[in-house]
């Protein structure tokens, strides 16, 4: 069959046309009677099955399948009596898709799946809705019409989407999407607040607000909600083990404060009919009708108890005592309706017997003229002696005054003359004495227990809505709400009480919700209101029952019952429906059998001959019925006939009628669907009783923890919290079931154990570990002993729950309970498997059943394995107890094998040792025995089963059967006895090893298990791991992978490891006790040690960034001196060798204000170096042994220098010559600090102005004598560089493999780095590739190399960007600061040049084809370093030269750019401002006069200029108008960076001009140099460029030298002359 079929059985057209009945939803109707009267169901035959049957006092409603409506009975607004066998179809909802269908007293109403509303019929009481008036043509509603809900609380008003609706005689409700409650009609049943009735429109029902609305029932003048709980902690979850809290140690809560606990009183005067009239007219025309029917709602009046006492709901439930203060109550009493002034106490008192018998009137709700008046026809018995069916919508002025003061003598009043007036009514007698405990002025005594009255807790008065009370909702649960249904639950309840409908304790109306306290914790998951009567249907398959009970309806003695008692069932019997209608209730329960059995309780009527419905109901018109039954049942009744209707889904009752819809079994889905919920329920309820009869007493018992122990006790609240959590999961599982039933297109995936199979299978894996982990530290033993004390005489329950061998006792009995609920897996597999062979193969269906259904098998195979080894390893504990081995006693823990009949031994062991070998499911014990007790050992090892490696042995000649086993620490070899032996061992071994690692728990071949594993463990032999701990990857009993090692002395390490070591990356931090501080490392390591690149952040405070060998620092490294270490702070960065600073070297001494940058030797200056100070003074010469020593030549901030010979710093010692800054020399021999005083034996010379310059003193004072060569600086990051290139020694390495290098190198940045931008995981993407580098490089990939060099030096990941970042970095440490020096220029400039020849070594490295510096690219230039050769050709011809510096500056110089520039300023700091005051002087001038003074010829002055797109003429006084363009570009020279970059902005310059100067002139235009040269200084004037001198120095000097003899150089030429110029300008 296939899905279609099987989910829908819809039939075609042509089939419903021949009249072919529906194999699903099948109405049956009835007149409500019992099983004493022969009955025969009408079967209702429609084309479609029915979704759903409502059923009012005369009439009712179907809903078929696909939307129709269709309507049988009285129906009264259209004048017609239609039969249930020919129902009439609601034309006016054609079109309209309707999922739901309401029927009140006598209206209707219907739901449409756009969650819109539809009402017709009876009118009066405005319960359909707005009305135009009160005349006689709108007091019915012949159509449906739609009845718009709206929430005018938000702006702009919007429509609510309802999802459930219910009616009542004179009333109707709506329940919204939002889990909202709207009300609109007549009466107190509307829980709304206002007294102005009818109410049209629908209304909020505000003391609901902020709750979950779950479902709501109407009776006829009461109404119903179940509503979720606020505070979802299961009351049947109890704390643990703790004595119970008295109500005297538990707080107060918000939740609990009463207000007007009695509610309200109906008197008779209050019963004024205003709408008599129209009701007469409509009700008139149908028999069996009462006036007394004809009733409108009541007014409001209050009464305040001051009662505080609380009855507890259940012997193991903890609730908190309410503390309700009676102020509190009056005053939320009188902030929600406004009270009149409360009378004083002398005025109530009676002074007559004519006022009490009034008095006892309003309290009975009797009028002894109205008793005469009524008309005996109303179904209900005790409506006829109660005022619930006379009220009048008309509000009454006359309240009943009373207050706490006078509450007391206004009970003893009632409680002595209750009966005056009554004593002749044998009904009010049997009430009062089958409720008299119960009666709304006595104190309620129920079940034994010391009660009051407060059984209802109101809800908060509030007119907020949820929007403002969101904090009000509910918790969320573990699934989200819409998954399983709640079993948090409270049930409200508001209206008239006359008959104890409301479950409050007492008969007096309520005009707003108040919760049913009773029943808060009992698991109810619907409610259902008959006329009279309610009835709730718990989780637990339980009913209770409360109101009228004349007829039996309740299914209990107690008549009328004000508080909700539960209803006599037979204890195979379990109810899942409830229906209740107008004196009668009818039950849905599962029986011995998978088939719904269905129970009535109520009237039964005595058999009569049969006539016709209308005569019947002439009959009943013409003859006053009956005030009560002619006989009733105590208890629910079978009804036999309806074992041949098939499978009953659902049950309604209304008015005298009865409807069930049935479903037949198709191809055994029917079957297995009932079969499914029946046993859940079924198991729902027996983990009820388990977790009430036995659980819950020993939770609660006070010796409970010395009995158990400890260690038993923690494990005991383990169990329980885990049976808690699967008795949770059962409940709303077989809840949902239960709704499942009631839908007709039922999806069988949508089943909670096909969507939420995991949860399923992780609770019950819980439980069973739980109970397991109880039975292996023997708590069951102990909990039997406090089993029998906590049942009793119940002692027989506990076998009875084991549903097993009689003979089964003691702690066997009980294991045999608490397991029990594993076997409901195989019945989950089971329904599964028959519910797959209802549908295809290949059907979505057939695929998730299967799947379920095989999970659940498995783990069904899975528990009970452990279930037995739990057993098995109980029973070897028992066997082996002693002190020695409860170390190795774990609750976990279960025994799989073990070797004491010396079936596995050591290899190698002694000929006396005795070697026990015990295999757990999580480790390998080795214990070394003791030879002459059996029990006792000396020693023992432990192996976890997650780093076992099992490896088995060939066999040898020998014979011997052996096992290699390989741990962590050390590699042993087991020899077994047999050949079984072994294979019984290594698959036991496997097995676990497979379990632990997968979960999977099957055993693998013998010798098959995973060598990568993650594990933590704990080292204790001796070695560089004693005493550590280790969670990482391991491979072959060795660490190896990423992993954290954490050792007792507070070292961390994280990172790789390999073979047993550090090895790669990995982060370590490392205490200094001394300092009570901890260094970190991060960075490279190498066999355990310290290798490669990194970060060392000593506790001392110092930094070291850079390179380290074997632990020591080697190599390229910065180390920033911490501040704890004042005398020495500053910076080093250079070359390390053996942890030492040797080789070329910068250190900024921040405490001294000097830097040196020079050679070093074993962490001494030694060599040639560079000293500069932050007081200007220069120094360059040798270093030894830290100290300046031998020749040197210093030079003073004022220019005076000295060069001789030092022996200590800045300490002359021998022959020298002090040059001064005016030319005089001083020579001789020189002793003394530079900074103190010198002394001098020499020969002054002054310089005469018409000497002729000694050449040789030139020469002695030039800089750059004693430096460290350019090509000589910095050679250990470039070492490093090519290091990281996989080449040991700088252009000797395989080129392939430093392209694998850098691409390991992104690759691992791109998967370890988390904070990547965008771009740079673009980038990365990018470089990742290698590309072509081998073919020889032409103009067409030139270009491609250059854009991935681009590339590569943006990211410090690729190895080339790191060398572009050290560079920066190491030059800026060089060249900035306060001790930058402009003497520093020369030597700057040329580290440049040698960046960029080393850097071009490396690109040719790994580009071979990329020529020599200088060379030429065949091919048509695309390169922007273009020559032109020929000037005088017609067609200029171009070439492309690869340059170095045109390549790589463009990389380096933007971030060399700040440190270079400006020592260029500083060097020509005295020209600039010499430059500077000759711009500010001459661009005084107007432009026509600058011009003049230039010597600018005149033809080429501008004569017109632009102003906003307008021509106009230049005047003499117009100024920074001209060659406006040619100014502007040339301002862009300062904004560049590279020399190639100013070169264009000089060049677009000259172009610029060009095009202002052409349309001046005629023909063709050639410059000639002396008409340029003016016109360019002028422009250069215009510009006002800061810093012009420094700009042309550096342009002069990093320039690429194949284009300074080109177009370019010769701009360049120019603009250097404009400069000159300016400089030897005189004023104008």
Known sequence: MTSEEMENEEQSPAEEQAGSPPQRGLLHIWQSGGPSEPLSPERVLLSQCVLQVALGEHHGLLLAQ?????????????????????????????????????????????????????????????????????????????????????????????????????????????????????????????????????????????????????????????SLALVRCLHLQNPNTPKPLERRPSKRDEPFTAEDAHYCPLGVELTESMTAETSANKRSKQRSRQPGVSHESQADPCPYSCGISDDKENVPLASAEIEPDEHADPLTQTDSCTTSYPLPALTDKKKTALPNELELHKLLQKLSGHSLEMQHSKRLGDADSLSSHTSDDSFSSTPSNELLHTSCENDLTFREVVRSSSLVGLEEDPLWKKKVMLSHKSSSLTDINLKGKKGNRRFSLPATPTNATPRRQQHCRSKPSSFPENDFPSLETEVWSWGRGSEGQLGHGDQLARLQPLCIKSLTGEEVIKVAAGSHHSLALTAQCQVYSWGSNMCGQLGHVNSPATVPQQATLSDDLRAWDVSAGQSHSLLLADGDGVQPVLLYCGQQQEPRPKRNETSCQRARSDQPSQNRAESYTVRPSLMPFCIEMGYISSVCSGGHKCALLTDRNVSGFILAIHELASIERKFYCWLSSVRKLLLMPIFYKEKARPSLGEPCTRLFLSFYKTSVCLSILIGQHSTSLTHFLHVLRRDVTSLHLLTHTQHFLDIYTEYCSAVGDFQVMGGLQSLHKLSLECLGSKQTKLAQLSELDPSASGDGDLASVLYWPLQQLQQYSRVLFQLESCFDMLTAEYQSLHQSAVQYEHLSVTLQRRKKEAEATFLFWKTHSGKNTEGLRLPQRRVLCESSNRTLTLQGAGRFSNHWFILFNDALVHIQRAAPPKSLFSTHRVYPVNLLWVKPLPENDSGCYAIKMSCPEETFILVASTPQEKNKWLHFLNQEVDRVLSGGGQGSSPGITAMSRTASYTFMGDGRFKDAQYTGSWLAGRVHGRGTMRWRDGRIYTGNFKNGLEDGYGECMIPDKLLNKAGCYQGQWRDGKIHGFGIYRYATGEVYEGCFNDGQRHGYGMLRSGKMDKTSSGVFIGQWVCDKRTGYGVSDDITRGEKYMGMWLDDERHGSAVVVTQYGVYFEGNFRENKMSGPGLLVSDDDTAFHGEFSE?????????????????????????????????????????????????????????????????WVCVFDESWRRLGCDIPGRGERTVAWENIAVSISSARRHSTDLSRSQSKVLECLECIPHHVEAVTT???????????????????????????????????????????????????????????????????????????????????????????????????????????????????????????????????????????????????????????????????????????KKEIVSSSKDVSFGSAVETLQQISTTFTPSDKLLVIQNTFEELTQEIKPMQDGDFLWCMDDLLPLFLYIVLRARIRNLGAEVSMIEDLMDPNIQHGELGLMFTTLKACYMQIQLESPI
């Open 66 to 222: 696909c939307g129709p409506v269709y309507s049988f009975g009285e129906l009264l607004w259209r004048g017609l009596s239609v039969p249930p066998s020919a129902p009439l179809l609601e034309a006016a909802l054609q079109g309209t898709t309707v999922v739901h269908v309401a029927c009140g007293g006598f209206h209707c109403g219907a739901l449409s799946e756009q969650g819109g509303i539809y009402m017709w019929g009876e009118n009066t009481a405005g319960q359909c809705g707005p009305s135009d008036g009160d005349s006689d043509s709108n007091v019915t509603v012949a159509e449906p019409y739609p009845l718009a809900v709206v929430d005018n609380e938000v702006v702009p008003p919007v429509a609510v989407r309802i999802v459930d609706l219910a009616c009542g005689r004179e009333h109707s409700l709506a329940l919204s999407a939002q889990n909202e409650l709207w009300a609109w009609g007549s009466g107190c049943q509307l829980g709304l607040v206002t007294s102005n009735f009818p109410v049209w429109k629908p209304q909020k029902v505000e003391h609901l607000a902020g709750r979950h609305v779950i479902q709501v029932a109407c009776g006829a003048y009461h």
């Open 1209 to 1273: 710093d800045w300490t002359a010692n021998g022959k020298g010559v002090l040059s001064l800054a005016n030319g005089d020399t001083l020579e001789g021999h020189f002793s003394g600090e530079w900074s103190t005083g010198l002394k001098v034996d020499g020969i002054y010379s002054k310089l005469s102005t018409d000497e002729i310059e000694d050449k040789d003193k030139k020469n002695l004072m030039r800089l750059g004598q004693y430096v460290v060569a350019a090509d000589e600086r």
């Open 1340 to 1510: 067409t990939n030139y270009d491609n190399i250059r854009k991935y060099l681009t590339k590569a030096c943006e990211t410090p990941f690729h190895p080339l960007g790191w060398l572009v970042e050290t560079l920066v970095t190491v030059y800026r440490m060089t060249y900035l600061g306060v001790e930058s020096n402009h003497r520093l220029l020369r030597e700057a400039v040329k580290e440049v040049q040698a960046y960029i020849k080393h850097f071009y070594s490396i690109i040719r490295f790994l580009f071979p084809g990329l020529p020599e510096d200088g060379s030429v690219l065949p091919d048509t230039p695309v390169s922007p370093c273009r020559i032109r050769y020929s000037s005088y050709s017609e067609e200029p011809s171009f070439v492309s030269v690869v340059s170095c510096s045109t390549l790589l500056l463009p990389l380096l110089l933007p971030q060399l750019y700040q440190p270079l520039f400006m020592l260029y300023c500083l060097h020509d700091e005295q020209q600039e401002v010499q430059y500077w005051e000759r711009i500010i002087r001459l661009n005084k001038q107007p432009d026509q006069s600058l011009l003049s003074f230039l010597g600018v010829r005149q033809k080429f002055w501008p004569k017109w200029m632009s102003v906003l797109g307008e």
